[in-house]
């Protein structure tokens, strides 16, 4: 994608009647790209701001999202690198088990392609794509906000009547905006590694990818894949140790790339609002709490933001209680799937090695795999589902010491 790059700025004064824009997105991942794009389609001037020179780059993230979310958002073939219907799981001691469904669950995309195509996409719809262009401050200074914004290093001041923060997590200024993580925080960092047969996503679990962690290998480019590790600590150790044993096994080369750790929400976000500005995506903790995904919850956020935006600009009151829809219609499509996703995690970080080897080991008796797999939950919608599973293994466990599964497995093998 040609990035239209830094444009020409209005110059403003800090207060007064004068927009020079109605809404300033800040941020053009896909959380602040696709809320550019549904108020730019709505008619409102909107500024998408970017830090980097373009969107998509640096890039930290695998790319991994649901078919239902390829679907709704219609993603096209063209940024899709491979789809999946079927996973390895690993076990802490290393045994395989292979989860697959008839149809395809998930896709791989491209995801600097990604980022580069909602980019795109909002401009198509009539946003100014501003690049180079680090927000620095975002002020409320009653009926609208005015940013302070470095453009290649030079300081300018715009107004918008509101602002869309969509700044991922930790950044500066959603610190200094007031909007905290309130949250517990994982980490991810992977590396693209030489791979010339990697025909398979595989998940590892146990120490070796860290406490409350997992690891996993992704096929990526021609011959490449991607090594990753999300886990609560030592991230780019356990990294590098998983890297190690894959090559000691012969089954990956050297490493062509590692991008940048990043740090991920778990859990909810206190507050999403502000006078003036509405928060999505990982700044406001819209991620999945089992696997660390962000990229479907967060543009879910953008869709409650753009809805509540415009809502709040024809009824000419952007300050917190004019923008407050925002908390409740986020909450209502993702609220719950946050709060037990928090709560299956910490259950299953509470699971010893040699327990997880059990679990695991029912997954290789095909009837039983059969059974567990079939109740497999949707991709980005599982929490519920897989809640009842383990409330029955930890039911069963009560009363008998173990699961009736595994006494079966038993008998079974
Ligand atoms: C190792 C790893 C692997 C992951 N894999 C997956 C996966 O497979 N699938 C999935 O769904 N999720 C994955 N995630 C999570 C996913 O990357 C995030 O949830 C997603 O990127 C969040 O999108 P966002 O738009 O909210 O923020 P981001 O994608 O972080 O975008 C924020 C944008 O804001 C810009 N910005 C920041 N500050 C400013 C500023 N002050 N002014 C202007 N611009 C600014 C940044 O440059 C950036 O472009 C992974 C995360 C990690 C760490």
């Not at 580069?116 to 719809?125: G, N, P, S, T």
């Not at 293994?393 to 079974?412: D, I, L, W, Y």
Request: hydrophobic share 40%; proline share 5%.
């Amino acid at each position: 994608m040609t990035t239209p790059g830094t444009h020409t700025p209005v110059s403003t004064a800090e207060t007064g009647d004068h927009f020079d824009f109605d809404v300033a997105v800040i941020g053009a991942g896909p959380s602040g790209s696709r809320g550019a794009q549904l108020l730019a389609s709505l008619g409102h001037r909107v500024a998408l701001f970017e830090r980097d020179p373009e969107p998509g780059h640096p890039v930290h993230c695998t790319g991994i999202i649901s078919r239902e979310c390829v679907e709704q958002y219609e993603l096209p073939s063209s940024i899709i690198l491979h789809g999946a219907n079927s996973f390895v799981l690993r076990s802490p001691r290393g045994h395989a088990a292979r989860v697959r469904r008839k149809a395809i669950q998930a896709y791989i995309v491209d995801r600097i392609a990604l980022d580069q195509l909602l980019a795109a996409r909002a401009v198509e719809a009539g946003a100014t794509l501003i690049t180079n262009a680090t927000v620095e401050d975002v002020r409320w200074t009653g009926g609208g906000v005015t940013l302070s914004v470095a453009v290649t290093g030079e300081r300018r001041a715009y107004r918008a009547r509101v602002a869309v923060l969509a700044t991922g997590h930790g950044s500066p200024l959603s610190r200094k905006l007031g909007f905290l993580p309130h949250a517990e925080v994982i980490s991810g960092c992977q590396a693209v590694v030489e791979a010339p047969n990697m025909p398979e996503v595989e998940v590892f679990t146990g120490q070796i990818v860290g406490h409350g962690g997992y690891g996993w290998i992704v096929p990526y480019k021609t011959g490449q894949a991607l090594v990753g590790v999300l886990t609560r600590a030592h991230t780019v150790r356990y990294m590098h140790g998983l890297i190690q044993k894959l090559q000691d096994d012969g089954r990956i080369g050297p490493i062509v790339r590692e991008f940048r750790c990043r740090g991920i929400p778990i859990g909810l976000a206190e507050r999403t609002v502000v006078d003036g500005i509405v928060a999505v995506g990982d700044v406001a903790n819209q991620v999945k709490p089992t696997s660390g995904g962000g990229i479907y919850y967060g543009m879910l956020g953008a869709e409650s933001a753009a809805a509540t935006v415009h809502e709040a600009l024809a009824a000419g009151d952007t300050s917190a209680v004019g923008l407050g829809a925002y908390e409740a219609r986020w909450r209502r499509t993702m609220e719950r799937e946050i709060r037990t996703g928090q709560t299956l995690r910490h259950a299953c970080e509470q699971l010893s090695d040699g327990t997880v080897e059990r679990l695991h080991w029912l997954l290789r008796v095909p009837g039983l795999r059969r059974v567990l797999t079939a109740t497999s939950p949707r991709f980005d919608w599982h929490s519920a589902p897989l809640l009842h599973v383990l409330d029955r293994f930890r039911r069963a466990s009560h009363a008998t010491g173990e699961p009736p599964t595994m006494q079966r497995a038993r008998r079974v093998s």
